[in-house]
C-alpha cells in the first residue's frame, strides 16, 4: 500500500464495526473489545460524532477504514490559556503495519491541533506497549508524565 493514496477522514457509522475490529486486535484490546453487539460502540460514535472537539478519524485505502485514532482538543488554563489535542485509540489493520500509516496518522493529528490552536500534544500509551513508546518517542514525544487511571 502506498500511504499517499490513503485519505484520512471524519470516521461514518458505517466505519464503526471496522474501527472496533481494529480495537479488538491486540493483546488488550482482545479482553475488552467485541463486535458481537455494536450497540455501545454506535451510541458513543453518536455522542462523539455531535462534539466539535472530538474527532473520530479513520484511514481509508478506498476500501474501507484501515487506520484510526480519536483525537480531542481540551481548552484549558495551564500554560497560559493553552488548548491540548489528547489522541486516543489509535490504531492501524493488522494488514498495514510497518507501512508508514501510523505515522501519517499522528502527523494528521498534529497537524490538526495546530491548526486548531493547541500548544500541546499529549496522549497516553498502556505501560506493556514498548513498541508504541518507540514509535512515539521516534515522533518526538516525550514520556513526561505518568498517567493515573480508575476504571469505573
Not at 471496522?18 to 484490546?29: E, H, N, P, T, W
Not at 490552536?117 to 506493556?128: A, H, K
Request: aromatic letters at 6%.
Amino acid at each position: 500500500m502506498d500511504v499517499s493514496e490513503i485519505q484520512i477522514r471524519r470516521a461514518k457509522t458505517g466505519d464503526v464495526e471496522s474501527i472496533v475490529r481494529m480495537l479488538a486486535d491486540d493483546q488488550l484490546g482482545a479482553t475488552r473489545e467485541s463486535t458481537d453487539d455494536l450497540g455501545p460502540y454506535l451510541r458513543a460514535f453518536a455522542d462523539l460524532d455531535g462534539d466539535p472537539n472530538q474527532l473520530l478519524m479513520v484511514a481509508d485505502d478506498g476500501t474501507g477504514a484501515v487506520g484510526t485514532f480519536q483525537l480531542t482538543i481540551i481548552p484549558g488554563l495551564s500554560h497560559q490559556g493553552a488548548s491540548r489535542g489528547l489522541i486516543e485509540g489509535v490504531r492501524v489493520a493488522g494488514s498495514q503495519r510497518g507501512t508508514g500509516l501510523g505515522t501519517l496518522l499522528m502527523q494528521w493529528a498534529i497537524e490538526e491541533s495546530r491548526r486548531r490552536g493547541c500548544r500541546i500534544v499529549q496522549l497516553t500509551s498502556n505501560s506493556s506497549r514498548a513498541d508504541a513508546h518507540r514509535f512515539y518517542e521516534r515522533l518526538g514525544f516525550a514520556g513526561t508524565h505518568t498517567g493515573f487511571k480508575l476504571v469505573l
